[in-house]
Nanobody, 114 residues
Framework: QVQLVESGGGLVQTGGSLKLSCTTS????????MAWYRQAPGTQRELVAR???????YYTDSVKGRFLISRDNAVNTVSLQMNSLKPEDTAVYYC????????WGQGAQVTVSS
């Protein structure tokens, strides 16, 4: 059974930082592409950042230079360090793992107050 468990969300002021973590089980973590998506109320889920098994990364334009995705294959965990947070970063953030199928975590709320 594949499980993805996110942690680290919360409330922060504009300009602050948060770190999200996603710990996985039931998959061969080192072989899968991991990603963070987010969904704000009334909007579609969007890809925020992605890291491949070879450590290739992608960031959506709005977070480049502010967010950093990383993975630790030793503990089956992917993280998203979020700096210089803005109110428009407020959303539920979801971790995903993609191999032959895509698996999702339950989501973590991130709220940035102005």
């Amino acid at each position: 059974q594949v499980q993805l468990v996110e942690s680290g969300g919360g409330l922060v002021q504009t300009g602050g930082s948060l770190k999200l973590s996603c710990t996985t089980s039931g998959i061969i973590f080192r072989l899968v592409t991991m990603a963070w998506y987010r969904q704000a109320p009334g909007t579609q889920r969007e890809l925020v950042a992605r890291i491949t098994s070879g450590d290739g990364t992608y960031y959506t334009d709005s977070v480049k230079g502010r967010f950093l995705i990383s993975r630790d294959n030793a503990v089956n965990t992917v993280s998203l360090q979020m700096n210089s947070l803005k109110p428009e970063d407020t959303a539920v953030y979801y971790c995903s793992a993609t191999s032959a199928a895509t698996y999702w975590g339950q989501g973590a709320q991130v709220t940035v107050s102005s």
